[in-house]
């Protein structure tokens, strides 16, 4: 709107300049009075102290009277554009400030009119007609859609509540479960026989999917919604990140997947929130291991310049599609060589990955090549605190 407002005003003052030399037979006193009145009126557009609405309403004004002065009536022709404008200022207001608008759009051309010579007085009545038409016609289309946003946003949040409730109150009894067969899976309670220990490996995987699904779905909701936050401070990455190996070493050694990592020796601390940076590794490595087949391994590196600290996820894995690429952050999207009935969870890891990071004032990148392998990357920003390495 600012730059709308920037270059409505350049226009005004050209189209000012080239009439001015048709003012015939109006005097030069009287052009000199309006080109100086168009700069003045422009210039309040560029004072701090100057409210938004009272620089428009003095672009009308000065519009309706400079019009009535030097005789350029198609001057008038701006009264209808800067009376939608004011209409996208007055929307949110009511009472006597939503009715202000109106009288002045409605006032300001009659009483110029009454000032200017008769045969110049059916333009100033036309735009006191036209001028409040388009306020109006403005206002409403403004209004009626944001009743409509209101409307979907009202929607949104009741579908999130309901799913983030669904979800939450799935994975209550899954962990229970999950608890209940690495139990039995260890024989605490008795001995297993082979079919049976190969039945509950089975269920223990498919209930941990579910789990992790759900994590997810709650992690997607958390980042769509409006309040999302994060609770910055100094963190060590090399401690996440043996969090996110110890968390993922049940799904990796039931893949046989091997998970290395790598730290310099000396490394900052950079500002983040510690939970949302572990839940963006644990899904880069498990979007990582979804791609891959028995045997590959991961690898989690970090390296620092002058300006972030950068987190890489490489895999051998079966890479992504040249063409797919510029796709990988889109929800629900799951590419890769792998057919899709080998791929687990719901295509949200990268786009939760992607708004966490980007909230953090950090950036991602992506390098794949089909066949071989992918690697993830992550910046997060320094603040200077350095650290030996443990």
Known sequence: MLRFDHYRCRILALSVLIALPFAYPFSTKASIIALALTFATMGLRFLPIIPSSLALFGELLFIVFGAAAS??????????????RIAVDAAQNSGWKLRLPFAVSVIGPCAAGL????????????????????LLFTFLLIRNQEAKRLEIEKRLKTKEAILSTLAHEIRTPLTVIQSTVDLLIEERIGPLEE?????LSSVGSNVQRLVTLSDTILASI??????FTIK????????VIKNVALHMRPILEAKGIELRYSFPKLL?????????IHQVLVNLVHNAVKHMRRGGSVIISVNENEQAVVVSVNDNGSGIRTGEQPQVFTEFFQGGILSGAQLEGAGLGLAIVKRVIEKHNGKVYVG????SGTTVSFTLPLDGVVTENE
């Open 195 to 199: 079919r049976q220990h190969q039945f």
């Open 71 to 84: 005789g350029l009536t198609p001057l008038l022709f701006f009264a209808p554009l800067i009376g939608s």
């Open 115 to 134: 000032l200017s010579l008769s045969p110049l007085l059916p333009f100033f009545v036309a735009a006191a007609i036209v001028t409040p038409l388009a």
């Open 232 to 239: 910055v401070k100094p963190i060590d990455i090399r401690k």
């Open 222 to 227: 958390k980042v769509e919604s409006a309040w």
């Open 368 to 371: 794949s090549v089909e066949g």
């Open 268 to 276: 900052s601390r950079p500002p983040a929130d510690e939970g949302w």
